[in-house]
């Protein structure tokens, strides 16, 4: 019988990290909407870059809204006629 080699495989590293594809532009962190999702529901527009960071604001100052109204109400769970 002939002895088998075993042979180790090397571990190959791989980064983790995306680099950015802007141009000197940094995108607003975490925003709650995504872009694409959002393209996809216009229709008959284009869609600037600045918007998506004025769509995200709006929508955060409408969710603080909501909780204030739910708060007032003695309620901790948001519902739809809060907005």
Do not use: W
């Not at 571990?11 to 962190?29: D, H, L, M």
């Not at 959002?38 to 995200?56: E, H, I, M, P, R």
Request: proline letters at 2%; a positive charge.
């Amino acid at each position: 019988m002939a002895a088998k080699k075993k042979t180790k495989k090397k571990a190959t590293t791989r980064s983790t990290s995306k680099k950015s594809k802007s141009k000197g532009k940094k995108a607003p962190a975490d925003l709650i909407i995504s872009k694409s999702r959002t393209k996809g529901a216009v229709q008959k527009c284009n869609v600037s870059s600045d918007f998506y960071g004025a769509l995200d604001g709006h929508v955060r100052a409408a969710i603080k809204s909501a909780e204030e109204r739910a708060m007032a109400n003695g309620r901790k769970t948001l519902r739809p006629q809060d907005l």
